[in-house]
Every structure is written in C-alpha cells, then in structure tokens.
C-alpha cells in the first residue's frame, strides 16, 4: 500500500515541510535520532492519559492498529452504529487518521469527536489537529455533528479513586473548527503534494527562520551551511523573527559577519562581541557585591522533579511537579569544606512530607539557600507543597526568604564569557568557570532524563540491581548539580578576591 498521509505527517508538515518529507521517503535517516527519555516519556503519558479517558465510556470498542484489518474493523463497527468506537482508523484520498473517541447519536445519525489531551488547557496547535480529523471523517461520509476536545482539568484534586467525570474537562470546538476547517482541507491536499513527491525537496528547510531550540530533527541535513554556533543561537533570537529573517536571506549564519546598522538588544550585542572578541567581561565590585549578601552556612540546593499528568497522590492535581529528589551542599563558613547530604524518594507513594521532613532536618534556621533559577524551587514546588501541607508553611515561607539564585550574577551580566554562548544555565557556565565538573561521564546527564527514569524506579517492575543503578545515576546527578553551583561560587569567590 502506498503512503498514506497521517495526521502526524501533516502536523509535522505544518512545523517543517522537508523534515516531514524526510520522515516519509528517509525513514532510516530520520528515526537514526534516537528520542530521549523525556520524548519517550511524553509519548507513554499520552497514551496513558487517553487510555484512562476511555473511562468515560467503559462500554466503547477499541480497535487496534492503523493497518487495513482495523480500517475494515472500523467500517463494521461505523455500520452496526456502534455507540462509542476508541482509535476508529478511517482512511481515504490518500489521508489516514485516527479519532481518539468517536460517538454515535442515535437522534441525529452523526458522530461526535472526542480528541484527548494530556494538557490542562486548550492549545492554538490543537485547533488543526483535530480540523484534519474532521475533515477526514466528513470526506469518509460520517455526518460529525460536534467535536470536543478532552483535557485534564487544572483544578481537580484528586481524593481517593480517580473522578473521571472531575477529572476531565470536556470543550466544544466545533464552531472553532468550522472556521478552520477549509482551510486545513486545502492545506491537507498541499501537504499531500508536497510529502508523496518522489523528487526531495531542494534547499534549505522552513526552520531556518528559527531559533536554535525550535529546529527540526533534521536541520543539519537540510542546512548544512549553517554554522554550529551562529545567529541562530543569539539569545532570544527567535523572538525577532524580523531580524533573523533579514539575516537569514542576506546569507550572514556567521556572528562576525553582522552589518552594524541590525540593531540588536544590550543581552544579544554583549553576546556577540563576547565571542568575537575572546574578552571576557567581569564587573568585580557587582559580583563581590551579589556575595556579600551571602550569609553562612550557605546551603546549595538542587530538586529533581516528575511531572506527573495524572495526580497520582490524594490532594495532587493534573499536571503538578513530584518533588522526588534534593541535594544539598552545605559550607559552614569561610575555607570550610562543603558538607553533602541527599534525598531521594524511591518508592510510588507520596514524597511531600518526606520531603519536607529531610528539608527541614538538614536545612537549619540561619545561613543563605542558594539554587539555580529559583522561579523552579520557589514557585513551582515549594508554594505547591506548602498549600498541600500547611504544617509546612512556615518552613517555605522562611525558606523562600533566605533564597539568593546564583543564576543572577550571569543574567545580569555581570560576567560575560564567549564559553556561555550568550546563556546563563549551569550547562554553559559550569565549564567555564570549573571545566574539570562536567557531565559527560554520567549516565543522567540533564533534569529531563531524571524525571523520565524515576516512573521507572518507583514501578515496581525492575529487580534490585536495576533499581541500584538507576539510584546510584539519579544521585551522581542532582549531586553534580549542587555542588557545581558551590564550585561556581568559589570561583567568584577566587575571581573578586584577585
């Protein structure tokens, strides 16, 4: 059977016509890029989130695959009107999709679509996503009379056993999607023309026009002039698309080559002469400055995290940080070596209190906590935590107090190094400034992998000896990470007493 253009394929079409291309007639190029854990792990929450919204309707059918048995499995169920069909396939005029639910209404004849979403809110990418499967289902015959699309709701609390019906909240797109709808069925015809053509696509690639992060799988292939480090990887670049534009077609990849007269901001214009002069930047008194703020002990703080799309505890809700993991360094004072001390949560029950409890334990009344981008810590998983567990308030309330974000010294720009590449993470500092830390030789490298592994941890299907290790890689790692913030602040430390 010749290719048949899925909703997957136009929706990567839409984001990068040749890498799509590439998908279709190079798949042995293409899927070469491994996914990471995290994709993985966004991939496996999907489909888990859609398999629990099944719930809904336990009396509905499934059908599997996308192949021609489960396409003429889903003509037969679409002919006994069937009330509710899961992953119906419908296939025609070279287009493949798959509803995630579909429902009969008896009283009219038509379908309702149901599109489920591991998100807590309506996305704008969703609106042509489920416009294709519409369109689709309309050209197949089937009378659609509304569609919905099914996310998670943000303010469900979960008490006990799942509430579907609470947890799940239900949008009617279908006056959206009727104002979409023929312009995607004419997007869908020129996606086809363009993806079932034989001949590749010459040139460069749509994400030219794009900032570094937002390149496709397959951009060096398609550009392959483009520098590894370039206008490209100018900070916040993709949000001048004018001027990366302008750039772009003047054919400048190279940061030395950039005409004076594109104005770019203070950040962006430090970042360049930065690199192409070699100097580095250091404004002592500023930095002495930061550290003076400083009170000991200092308290060297990293958390690791898994967001969880299901709450899987009593008084959790959809999409929320778990909280599995800290490492804490600690300095006494002045010339004192760091004292480490750890958490990690490793069994699937709620950590919070655990949490808190070793927080508290090794975290006394005095001295400075210092993290790395501490919107993470503060917002994101303390002020959560402590409306879970009010027993706890005090301690975050104090806690966010004495915080001081090491991060700071490098978004202010206070020192400015060609190494950072115009970033500030702790990636691209640390090897600049104590290069013999690096994350290399560790087997989690980035918080990401953390947060994908410890599912796995904590499943209760891997015997002793995998558990160890994915124990001993998640401690090698958060511990990497807060000692590297202590050995960034003794280099500062080094550089403002010189």
């Given amino acids: 059977m010749s ?98 639910i579909l429902k009969f209404n008896t009283e009219t004849g038509g379908y309702t679509i149901y599109e489920v979403k591991s998100s807590s809110s309506v996305k704008k990418e969703y609106l042509h996503d489920v416009a294709f499967q519409t369109s689709l289902l309309r050209r197949c015959g089937l009378k659609i009379d509304q569609v919905f699309l099914v996310h998670l709701n943000p303010d469900y609390v979960r008490r006990g056993e799942l509430d579907l019906s609470k947890l799940f909240l239900s949008v009617d797109m279908t006056a959206q999607i009727a104002e979409v709808e023929d312009g995607v069925t004419r997007e869908m015809e020129e996606s086809k023309a363009y993806l079932l053509n034989d001949s590749e696509p010459v040139g460069q690639c749509t994400c ?34 004018k001027k990366l534009k302008e750039m772009v077609d003047a054919g400048i990849f190279e940061l030395d080559k950039i005409p004076t007269h594109i104005k770019l901001s203070e950040a962006q214009q430090n970042q360049i002469d930065a690199y192409i002069s070699g100097e580095v930047s250091i404004e002592k008194a500023a930095i002495a400055g930061e550290l003076a703020g400083l009170q000991f002990p200092l308290h060297f703080i990293d958390y690791e995290t898994h967001l969880s799309a299901i709450p899987l505890f009593d008084g959790w809700s959809p999409n929320k940080q778990v909280p599995f993991q800290y490492s804490l360094h600690i300095v006494e004072g002045p010339g004192v070596e760091a004292v480490h001390e750890e958490f990690l949560h490793t069994v699937l029950e709620d950590p919070d209190v655990a949490f808190a409890r070793s927080l508290q334990e090794h975290i006394g009344p005095e001295g400075s906590i210092i993290v790395w981008h501490k919107a993470f810590e503060c917002s994101i998983v303390n002020k959560p935590m402590a409306v879970r567990h009010p027993e706890y308030a005090d301690f975050f309330a104090d806690f966010e107090g004495r915080v001081y974000d090491l991060e700071d010294v490098f978004s202010k720009r206070y020192y400015i190094h060609r190494g950072f590449l115009g970033k500030t ?66 280099e500062l430390g080094k550089l403002v007493a010189a």
């Avoid at 999907?46 to 048995?69: F, H, Y």
């Avoid at 937002?214 to 550009?223: D, K, L, Q, V």
């Fill in 3 to 100: 290719h048949l253009v899925s909703k997957t394929d136009y929706m990567r079409w839409q984001e990068c016509s040749k890498n799509a291309w590439l998908a279709i007639h190079k798949p042995d190029f293409y899927y070469s890029f491994e996914p990471s854990e995290f994709e993985l792990a966004l991939r496996e929450t999907g489909e888990k989130v859609e398999g629990i919204a099944r719930g809904l309707s336990p009396d509905g059918v499934l059908v599997e695959g996308r192949d021609e048995a489960a396409q003429k499995l889903t003509r037969k169920f679409i002919d006994a009107k069937t009330p509710v069909i899961f992953q119906p396939v419908f296939s025609k005029d070279g287009f493949l999709a798959a509803a995630d």
């Fill in 208 to 241: 030219i026009y794009k900032g570094r992060s937002n390149h496709c799988t397959t951009f060096n292939y398609s550009n392959p002039h483009v520098p590894a480090y370039g206008v490209h990887d100018i900070s916040r670049i993709g949000s001048s698309s």
């Fill in 425 to 490: 993470s702790i990636k691209k500092v640390l090897p600049v400034l104590a290069p013999d830390l690096g994350y290399e030789e560790l087997e989690i490298r980035e918080g990401a992998t953390a947060s994908a592994v410890w599912p796995k941890l904590v499943s209760g299907e891997l015997n002793d000896a995998e558990r160890e290790k994915i124990c001993e890689a998640l401690r090698k790692y958060c511990g990497r990470d807060s000692y590297a913030m202590c050995a960034i602040w003794m």
